[in-house]
């Protein structure tokens, strides 16, 4: 029976699948599209053109070895040599002499084109393996068929794999859990592993590369969940738990309850690496029960909790008991290690669905953020309640979202300061989240104010830039790699120090290594990112730091 047919709205969904790689993930589900089926054109060739197709073959072959070469270093920088050594094995498959022989043969012999004689030699040898009685080779006839889909796309002209999967889940710049019907090695690596919390698929064992480069990559996944794409909708809340092979639909309070214990389980090799000195590493959490994972990673702080994702995972608005709990298990969590909760950034490409937003043309530029909380103060007031509660479990620090000018900043601290007066309440300090550009050009009197300054580079760029953060089409220009990007950086950072206020950056370019060192060199000393990737920051900071030394 289908499952689908069970699923009732909002209604939670258990289903049960095989688990592949261990770990607990809990995220909204990206669908990745089912490889496009080109229409490969088959014809006959007129006699003399055979020199000219086996050519094309060959320049295909060579063009899918270089395509090949690049992933491999990637992949071994990133990865590990031997996970890189899957395609190190597809690039030997497409230049086997063999295998290129008997495609000049059919070519020769058959008067085929390119595509035709490629797409015969390699079905014939991918179905030889498939008959195997061995689960070994039947899943390495997967990177031949992966091999002539390679070769085919070059032959066609297309992009290829892995250009079209990073494009395709360049949007957002949220956690995700990726549903696909498969995962080819290509796909599985082109995977963002800074925004890729799992993946769930219909087919692949154990064995298939997917699953072996899911582990290396600390990811976890579950497959065997039949009719995946139709049973867990795009942009729906999924937990998935990769050690049992069970995925949860629309997860209730009740199953969140259940699952912190299992997080605990889940710790990467890779993130409990030590703090170094010169860098303080925090971790970005979304829920309150993130912190488990922070703490197994020495996380020195929560530099961002983005409460806005209690109510996603709610499907609801949190009163006030209900915010003071998660917020004041953080603060507990964290025993006095500094702790950033930043009050709710609904709106633009964050929109609530039980809330009642007016339709805008430009959401992005619309009502969001700090404007949105200047507009609905019941929101505000009720989460300034609960958070000012919470502090008595130790300090915490509220970041305002999206402040485009000063007095946004000032309205909404006095609000807090009236509508908290009258609770007990421990240390707060109030902070300016520098993630519109006006704001970064006038940080010279945020700082004057603010107790802190926080860095969203994730919408930065895309102000600053003018280039939607959520839009693949111009993903290629959503980069911090331009200098006017860093001179602000830089403003912010000689700003903070003149006032001699904390400074950190908490958009996801704070874990990845490449921008580290020169985060560093401009003065920014504390970053804040996913978990998972503190292991791996605190790697490179050694080493930047070890050689500025
Ligand atoms: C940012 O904008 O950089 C940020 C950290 O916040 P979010 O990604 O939630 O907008
Ligand atoms: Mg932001």
């Given at each position: 029976m289908s499952v689908s047919a069970k699923i009732r709205p909002n209604a939670e969904v258990r289903l049960q699948g095989y688990p592949l790689s261990e770990g607990v993930a809990l995220a909204h589900v990206v669908l990745l599209e089912a490889a496009d089926p080109k229409a490969v054109t088959y014809y006959r060739i007129p006699k003399g053109r055979a020199e000219e197709e086996l050519a094309r073959v060959h320049e295909a072959v060579r063009t899918a070895s270089a395509q090949l070469a690049l992933i491999v270093s990637r992949v071994s920088e990133r990865i590990g040599k031997a996970q890189s050594n899957i395609f190190v094995a597809q690039q030997m498959m497409a230049q086997d002499p063999v295998l290129l022989e008997e495609i000049a043969t059919v070519i020769r012999t058959e008067r085929v084109n390119a595509e035709a004689a490629l797409v015969r030699v390699l079905d014939r040898y991918e179905s030889l393996l498939h008959d195997v009685d061995s689960d070994y080779l039947k899943e390495r006839a997967s990177d031949i068929g992966e091999v002539r889909r390679r070769l085919l796309d070059i032959l066609h002209g297309s992009e290829p794999q892995e250009t079209l999967v990073s494009n395709m889940v360049a949007q957002g710049n949220n956690r995700y859990i990726i549903v696909a019907e498969e995962l080819t090695p290509t796909q599985t690596v082109s995977l963002d592993p800074l925004r890729t919390a799992g993946f769930i698929t219909e087919r692949g064992g154990p064995a298939s590369h997917a699953a072996i480069l899911a582990r290396a990559m600390g990811i976890p996944a579950v497959t065997g969940i039949a009719d995946v794409r139709r049973v867990l909708p795009h942009g729906e809340p999924v937990l998935l738990d990769g050690t049992n092979g069970v995925v949860v639909l629309r997860p209730g309070v009740s199953t969140l309850q259940v699952y912190p214990a299992a997080r605990r389980a889940t710790v990467q090799h890779l993130s409990s690496v030590a703090p170094v000195e010169g860098l303080a590493v925090m971790a970005n959490i979304?829920?309150?029960?993130?912190v488990d994972e922070a703490l197994e990673a020495q996380a020195e702080g929560i530099g961002l909790y983005r409460t806005e994702y209690e109510c996603f995972m709610a499907g609801r608005l949190l009163t006030e008991e209900e915010q003071y709990e998660r917020y004041a298990a953080v603060v507990e969590a964290m025993a006095g290690r500094p702790v950033y909760i930043r009050l709710l950034d609904l709106g633009g490409d964050k929109p609530l669905e039980f809330i009642d937003l007016p339709q805008e043309d430009n959401p992005c530029l619309g009502f969001r953020g700090a404007r949105l909380l200047m507009g609905r103060t019941d929101l505000f007031i009720t989460q300034a309640r609960a958070l000012a509660r919470a502090s008595q479990q130790g300090p915490i620090h509220v970041i305002y979202p999206m402040i485009a000018d000063l007095s946004q900043f000032l309205v909404l601290r006095e609000l807090y300061r009236q509508h908290t007066s009258d609770l007990a309440a421990g240390e707060v300090k109030h902070g300016v989240m520098f993630e519109v550009p006006s704001c970064c050009l006038m940080a010279e009197e945020m700082f004057e104010v603010a107790d802190f300054g926080s860095i969203g580079s994730n919408d930065l760029i895309q102000y600053l830039f003018a280039v939607d953060r959520n839009n693949s089409l111009v993903a290629k220009d959503y980069s911090p790699d331009y200098p006017v990007f860093w001179s602000l950086l830089e403003r912010l950072s000689q700003a903070a120090s003149a006032a001699g206020k904390p400074l950190s950056l908490c958009g996801e370019?704070?874990?990845?290594?490449?921008?580290l060192p020169r985060l560093i060199d401009t003065g920014i000393r504390s970053v804040s990112m996913s978990s998972r990737l503190i292991g791996l920051a605190r790697l490179s900071a050694r080493q930047i730091l070890g050689r500025s030394s």
């Open positions: 979304n829920l309150s029960t993130d370019m704070g874990g990845q290594p490449q921008y």
